[in-house]
DNA sequence: TTGAAAGCGATACCAT
DNA sequence: ATGGTATCGCTTTCAA
């Protein structure tokens, strides 16, 4: 593997001299030819310049570091990740996403944090805490983000608040006459942290209406779901939100299969406004999440990164709207 | 941010003594009040080693690249991906996903040298050539391989290779008596790699029987399938293999919707078995996929990284099954 | 058992 | 306009 002392030979020049002009540093003059030949030299290397060695020297880094969700993302979350990727690299900035799968919230951090980023944009509050936050700041990291349904002490937040979803299905339903919601909690690990402040928000919408709200845990395959479905006669609920699309259209299908009828018997209210919702018969009520725009955030992240004493802002990023449709 | 220099003035000792401590460094022995001073230093300073400073000295790391797939990652490939990081991790790699959207395939790979990983991963044969390939292999990554549908030429290929899908559902479809099918090929950006292999698939099929293959294009949403459910009867298909279980799911919609009899008129095909497609009346016939073992391609990553010098492998990983229900 | 020091690759200051 | 060189943080011989 070529270094720049194998281009500066090549070319007949100093180390120095092979910096200036790869780096195109405006501070110093190099004569054309002089670059040219080095450039040459470098094209005929195949020399690619170690990031190792160059951070270490500058002291930073330009790396922006999101570790893995713990769940996988649905089409939403992708989009919306593709998005932030492609305007960080637009700000130069290069992202790498770390799974961290299997690692405590503090160890995670460590590792993390050896690799100097300088920004951290860690998914909901699954894995950092607060002293993961001051691990990594202490690292050098000028921005520590969180993402996510939480705000965790000293970072950023980007909140997504799934309350407000569960809020909005509630208060759809409740607005329909219903008066017993189930609720269902994906029985799938990790999804604790959406699931319980989606709960919490049908509570919220319910409070003091006289409604009754009855989580109700589900696994996302057929069986689990067909017992769900021949207990709910006895469960005497008129509406459940069932935590996404996804698992609603798992649900509908079991209670139809059961013989209940929807939206007469119940209504079913999905969220995400997956297509699949609207090829179910009946369609699917959902919720519809408006993502943030990742430029937007992306722009927050360089603000961030080049002012970093600010105090910690908690931006609300999640649009929730009721989508109507036949199932409720 | 505190370095090893801190921690060695602190527990009073030298920085070599430090990284002994730390790395529990056998070759080498030191006393247990040594060791205890030292480890409370670095806990008390909150010393992280730095990760660059450590691969630069040492001359490689043990960073095992991933880039990011131009496609949002299905729930399989998602699930597959989670068992790879998790295993690569328990050999004590640094799993790192790189997103790549908007670059070349030379700039991309100069990208990914520039980290200096010990191992390459990356998906299909969407950015990586021969010249990538030769890049990240002068920059010191001991292997490089490629995951999907081609192999590139100099690595490592693990091929997932989708004509067997397409022969798989093209072989169901005839053996049940159709003679024309349609194939759907999405019209989303970048779903070729893996759409063109698996209409490749279905010809070779139909090869010699006189069936006929019809590809076609199919954006995912329901208006782009209306219009192709109302041009179905004109077409004179008796048979479609959709790509996979959500384009099917639409289209199947979209024929039912426009009064075209399934499996009657025609037969629906999906393909990766996800759950949705039990969900659906008639229930999906499909293609089961079995995805390789992630800890598997994790040994045979170590494998080639301990051992670079063997000619490129290339590996089958991927099983098709049909799987007939109700819609064929 | 511990310490001094060389060196990994790149950069930026100070000379020339 | 270009070159010499100290430096970033860490590991690892070699000496003591």
Known sequence: MPTSADVARLAGVSRATVSYVLNNTTAVRISEPTRRRVREA????GYVPHAAARSLRAGHSRMVLMPTPHIPAGPLYS???????WALRRLDYTVVQHGSVGMSGDEAARAWAELRPVAVLAPGAGTLG???VNVLKRSGAKAV???GPERVEGAHALLMDQREVGHCAGAHLLSGGRRSIGVIMPAEAGFETFSAPRLEG???AAEGTGARVVPLGLAYDEQDAAELAARWPDLGLDAVFAYNDEYAMLLMRALQDAGTGIPGDTAVMGADDLLIGR??????STVHLE???GQLLAEFVDRVVRDPGGAPEVHHLLGSTAVPRDST
């Open 79 to 85: 989009h919306f990740l593709n998005e932030l990727q």
């Open 145 to 147: 983000l969180t993402l």
């Open 291 to 293: 993502m943030p725009s």
């Open 279 to 284: 090829l179910l018969r009946p369609r699917l």
């Open 130 to 132: 607060p002293r993961g």
């Open 202 to 204: 049908v509570r919220a």
């Open 42 to 45: 470098a094209e005929e290397l």
